[in-house]
């Protein structure tokens, strides 16, 4: 329980339900957000500066060392899926919802993917992975399950193996992605944000943001070092590994 005694694992529990259904019913328009059309299509000089920070981004993938394998969590669409797929070997991808999934598989089309349907929050690795990656997802983590993700992270990953993650910066999430999102502003406590989609359906979600000195100094607490940084103006991104190697 927290100060207020409210069952936060209940409540998050609930809160994890519907961001599940949600991520389920925006598959067909999660790409719109992406590529910054439709409702977030906020102009020329707008979607030219976020192509601009996603290539910054990519170059950053360039700079790691995967190894041969990689997990991928909540993969999404597959826009990065298809980036891990040129570089490694074998990519396992592990996502709740068949709609991505199926999105995904249709547009990386490549035979060394292999896909998994399952709730993150209780799925087991099978074995260790050279890498980890997740982009957009470490923000849907519960606080109250942010030390049991890391956990996770740290079963799934060979010793010495690279973690590297993707996240929105919380102010461009806040001005930038959703004009139809209500819920916190930057800075709120509060992690249930409102979400609504195309035909007016409304979702709570979980969304967290994070500061990249903060969430280092966390993950440092953790036994993870590396670095978290940022883009100049929409993304957080992390690079990290776990400081003891057995």
């Known amino acids: ?10 409540d998050d529990d609930e809160l994890i339900s519907e961001q599940v259904a949600y991520y389920r019913a925006r598959a067909p328009e999660y790409d719109d957000w992406f590529l910054r059309r439709g409702g977030y299509d906020q102009g ?3 979607s030219k500066r976020w192509v601009a920070e996603i290539d910054m981004l990519l170059a950053e993938l360039d700079r790691v060392e995967w190894g041969e394998s990689v997990l991928e969590f909540a993969p999404g669409t597959g826009w990065w899926t298809a980036e891990l797929a040129k570089r490694v070997e074998s990519v396992m991808a592990v996502d709740s919802a068949p709609e991505v999934l199926t999105l995904n598989q249709d547009r990386v089309g490549s035979r ?18 050279d890498a980890v990656f997740f982009s957009f ?4 983590v519960p606080p109250s399950r942010f030390e049991e993700f890391w956990s996770l992270v740290g079963r799934c990953v060979r010793p010495g193996g690279t973690v590297f993650f993707i996240d929105t910066q919380r102010h461009a999430e806040y001005q930038w992605s959703d004009g139809k999102r209500v819920g916190n502003a930057p800075g709120s406590r509060d992690h249930r944000v409102t979400r ?16 990249p000195r903060e969430l280092l100094a966390r993950l440092e607490e953790l036994g993870w070092e590396g670095e978290v940084s940022e883009t100049p103006e929409f993304f957080l991104w992390g690079k990290v590994h776990h400081s003891r190697t057995s």
Not at 112 to 129: L, T
Not at 137 to 140: E, G, K, M, Q, Y
């Open 1 to 10: 329980m927290d100060a207020t005694g409210r069952n936060v694992t209940t």
């Open 44 to 46: 020329p000089d707008h």
């Open 196 to 211: 609504e989609l195309s035909d007016g359906r409304r979702f709570d979600i979980v969304k967290v943001f994070y500061h």
């Open 112 to 129: 060394n993917v292999e896909y998994v349907q399952a709730d993150i929050f209780d799925w087991g690795p099978g074995r260790r992975y």
């Open 137 to 140: 997802w470490l923000s849907h």
